[in-house]
């Protein structure tokens, strides 16, 4: 049985180099409080890298509506919104750095009022209609190893829904992800609170009749937002602007007198 889900599948690098993956959402673009020069330098950080890429995982502009909770135009149009979000991100689409782009919350309001995606033109835009989900995306990032051995990550990226406060309640929801699939790496966005965090798993392998370890990486992306508007209103706890890295490794190591090559994660917050 198949599932009709977005996978994308792409060969990063060779001879065992990292890869950097930058995890971007909730931007906020057309919001009075969007943190524009923030963003930009973020922007600047992945072009100068020649292995960094990036995961656009919703809500990239903040597509205020009339029928919105959010309905406020002291910052940008939806439209104008958007043409500021193109020219903001054109540069890393034309450099093939960017791997993934989901819908959020904010611009499934246009789906939902007139059936129009702002996601789905901004990827069109940018001839990046490939990596385009409407709901989440699965990527397959294939590291080149020792002699053509290829090492594979498997990343799960999905936008969230749903309220919570507390930190624990955040953890939860990406936690909850793993539940959905077996992957190295599960994103999040949605919820505004940069976290990650490692969990130690045991995989039941009954090709090699064996019982062996696994890890997997949960992480939580920023906004791009500065304190106020809704927030304030709400005493929300204010947020670290703080982008999310997360590094896709490999390293040799020796066992039974023979080398192999090991994947392994680990995310800067």
């Known amino acids: 049985m198949t599932w009709a889900m977005k996978t994308l ?3 990063l ?58 309905f406020d135009y002291d910052g940008l149009t939806p439209s104008a919104s958007l043409g500021l979000c193109l020219q903001l991100f054109k540069p890393l689409a034309d450099a093939g750095k960017i791997l993934a782009i989901n819908t959020g919350n904010h611009e499934n309001r246009s789906k939902k009022d ?22 989440m995306s699965v990527l397959f990032l294939t590291m080149e190893g020792k002699k053509n051995h290829n090492i594979v990550f498997s990343v799960m990226a999905y936008h969230g829904n749903g309220g919570g406060v507390r930190i624990g309640s955040k953890a939860n929801k990406v936690e909850d992800m793993a ?54 209103e709400k005493a929300y ?13 490999t390293r040799r190591i020796r066992k039974n007198g023979l080398d192999r090559i090991e994947k392994y994660t680990f995310c800067e917050v």
Do not use: W
């Open 9 to 11: 599948t792409y060969n």
């Open 114 to 135: 007139v059936d129009l995606d702002p996601t789905a033109i901004l990827a069109q835009a940018l001839g990046i209609e490939k990596a385009y989900s409407r709901t």
């Open 179 to 232: 539940k959905v699939m077996a992957c190295d790496v599960y994103c999040m966005s949605h919820v505004h609170t940069p976290m990650t965090f490692k969990e130690d798993y045991l995989i039941a392998d009954g090709t090699h009749g064996v019982v062996r370890p696994a890890t997997r990486q949960f992480v939580i992306s920023n906004s791009f937002l500065n304190y106020g508007g809704y927030s304030e």
């Open 13 to 70: 690098t060779k001879k065992n180099e990292e890869v950097l993956l930058y995890l971007i959402a909730d931007c906020h673009i057309g919001s009075e409080h969007f943190n524009e020069p923030k963003l930009r330098e973020v922007l600047d950080e992945i072009m100068e890298q020649p292995n960094a890429y990036a995961i656009l995982n919703g809500d990239l502009i903040d597509n205020a509506t009339k029928s919105s909770v959010s």
């Open 237 to 249: 706890t204010p947020t670290t602007i703080s982008v999310p890295k997360i590094h896709l490794c």
